[in-house]
């Protein structure tokens, strides 16, 4: 069985950074896509960034320059580094992965359904 579990999550101040993970157990993730989300309180989840099984990136415009992911596969881990945070960049942030397929678009990237798994979420909490 799959499991992702972020880390990483915590309280700064605007204008600085953190680095989430997310850990894959059950099954490698060196041939999978996995996306970042993030659900502010009271607001739809919305897709913040994904990275392919063969490294290709994708960003929401909102995190576009200032958020970077990447992958360790021999980790097992996909990473988020998030600089030059805002306020609003508050949220819990989850991980969500598919090993479904070779190719996905942009919009399906940014889909929620194109994920089979799902972790459970880390808080990020930017004060100004």
């Known amino acids: 069985q799959v499991q992702l579990v972020e880390s990483g999550g915590g309280l700064v101040q605007a204008g600085g950074s953190l680095r989430l993970s997310c850990a894959a157990s059950?099954?490698?993730?060196?041939?999978?896509?996995v996306a970042w989300w993030r659900q502010a309180r009271g607001k739809e989840r919305e897709f913040v960034a994904a990275?392919?099984?063969?490294?290709?990136?994708y960003y929401a415009d909102s995190v576009k320059g200032r958020f970077t992911i990447s992958r360790d596969n021999a980790k097992n881990t996909v990473y988020l580094q998030m600089s030059i945070l805002k306020p609003e960049d508050t949220a819990v942030y989850c991980c969500?992965?598919?090993?479904?397929?070779?190719?996905?678009?942009?919009?399906?990237?940014?889909?929620?359904?194109?994920?089979?798994?799902w972790g459970q979420g880390t808080q990020v909490t930017i004060s100004s």
């Open positions: 969500a992965a598919t090993w479904g397929g070779s190719y996905y678009s942009f919009g399906l990237l940014a889909t929620e359904r194109t994920y089979d798994y």
């Open positions: 059950g099954r490698t993730f060196s041939r999978s896509t």
């Open positions: 990275i392919t099984w063969s490294g290709n990136t």
